[in-house]
């Protein structure tokens, strides 16, 4: 009886796990400016959009495309206690980006993209945690802004027939 048992329970087992595939299948969106586009970023000083950009665009190996990130940058103090010290900032980051084919074949593709967030800092003074949080925020606003512009571009680029074969 206990042996019957055994024989069904693996027999379930191996039944109910005969649609598991063990490869994962990773499927990346493909990115028709990696290793093609020049970058440049004007008005901003922290090194983050830069690194994003390089790490979603890659070395420009072929330099058929140009990529122009204008940034602004706007703070607003939403909570301000009695003595001027803010409880609550948001940040918005404005990026114009110019995309522009080195052998004119496209127009010029601009787009503006926005990100936004909300930050409370913890101290008046240097708070390492605090930092840290700002820098992580700001981190993903940029990444989350050059995302949905690159998604953005690929699609105007495949759209308008841009894309060298060669």
């Not at 940040?91 to 926005?114: F, G, M, P, R, W």
Request: hydrophobic share 40%; glycine share 2%.
């Amino acid at each position: 009886m206990r042996f019957f048992f055994l024989n069904i329970v693996v027999l379930f087992s191996l039944t109910s796990c005969s649609s598991i595939d063990f490869l994962v299948e990773t499927k990346e969106s493909s990115n028709s400016l990696k290793n093609k586009t020049v970058f440049s970023v004007v008005g901003w000083d922290k090194p983050t959009l830069h690194e994003v950009l390089f790490l979603k665009l890659g070395e420009a190996n072929t330099k058929q495309y140009f990529l122009t990130a204008e940034v602004s940058e706007k703070q607003t103090k939403r909570s301000v206690n009695e003595n001027q010290v803010a409880q609550k900032i948001d940040y918005k980051i404005i990026i114009n980006y110019v995309l522009s084919d080195s052998k004119n074949k496209c127009a010029d593709i601009e787009n503006k993209q926005t990100s936004s967030f909300s930050f409370t800092p913890k101290s008046a003074g240097y708070n390492f945690a605090s930092d840290v949080l700002l820098q992580k925020l700001f981190e993903d606003a940029v990444i989350s802004n050059v995302d949905n512009f690159l998604s953005f571009a690929n699609n105007k680029l495949k759209s308008h027939n841009c894309l060298d074969e060669n």
